[in-house]
């Protein structure tokens, strides 16, 4: 489970979100929606621990973000927007490196290579130059990564960015095939697929949270685009904050 309360981040005078709060609790995706520059990627980074907040609280799994960052990275598994892969590697030698990094015992890195490599239908590429890959296999490296530790928590920040639409479609089957066992988080500006993947959305504009319901009961008597039109232009009426997610 995952318990954002009161986040905010300042840079100066600009505050990129403020008073942020919802909960992702394991077994379905949360859909993080809005629009460019609304705050997605910078709630999505104090989350997982790579930036300081300058208000408020985070915790995963019960571990406090800001007090307990090691224990909550050991259960978080973070796909960037931009994977963070190493263009001279090959894809094998670095995922490797990357359970490595993760404190994953030696005995356990070729299974757990094997699992993600087939998960994320990398086979064909496996000795091919990180930095020669097209864009969608990239991402596919960059979801690999994220899951190599079996992580109970994932964090997925446009994770279909350069996927052509067959591979839409099965990375959303995939990360929904995840979700019974885990926590996810998945950021998008892509309304389809958060209807195809997602049980629960948050919506944030201007940096502040104006939605956050289960998707069954947002779209109940309206379309999930009417329902975020409302939002970002301030007219939540029957869409209010719903922070329990019931």
Do not use: W
């Not at 995963?60 to 909550?72: I, K, P």
């Not at 990275?73 to 030698?93: A, C, F, S």
């Not at 356990?108 to 000795?127: K, Q, Y």
């Not at 319901?213 to 685009?225: E, G, I, P, S, Y």
């Amino acid at each position: 489970m995952i318990e954002v309360v009161g986040l905010s981040k300042r840079y100066g005078d600009r505050t990129a979100i403020e008073d942020v709060s919802f909960t992702a609790v394991s077994g379905e995706v949360l859909g993080f929606l809005g629009p460019n520059g609304a705050g997605k990627t910078t709630t999505m980074r104090v989350i997982t621990g790579y930036m300081p907040a300058s208000a408020g609280t985070v915790t995963v799994d019960g571990f406090d973000v800001f007090g307990q960052s090691a224990e909550v990275r050991k259960r978080i598994g973070y796909l960037p927007e931009n994977p963070p892969l190493y263009d001279e590697m090959t894809v094998i030698p670095y995922l490797r490196f990357t359970a490595k990094l993760r404190g994953m015992r030696r005995a356990n890195i070729d299974d757990a290579i094997a699992r993600v490599i087939e998960a994320c239908t990398l086979g064909t590429v496996t000795d091919r130059m990180l930095g020669h890959l097209s864009k969608g296999f990239r991402q596919r490296v960059g979801l690999a990564q994220a899951l190599i530790h079996d992580p109970p928590v994932l964090i997925l920040d446009e994770p279909t960015n350069g996927l052509d639409p067959a591979q839409i479609d099965e990375m959303l089957a995939f990360i929904k095939a995840l979700a019974p066992d885990r926590t996810i988080i998945l950021s998008t500006h892509i309304l389809g697929q958060v209807l195809q993947a997602c049980a629960k959305v948050v919506i944030i504009s201007d940096g502040r949270v104006v939605v956050e319901d289960q998707l069954a009961n947002l779209t109940r008597d309206q379309q999930l685009d009417e329902a975020y039109r409302r939002a970002i232009a301030g007219d939540v009426g029957d869409t209010a904050t719903d922070p329990a997610g019931a």
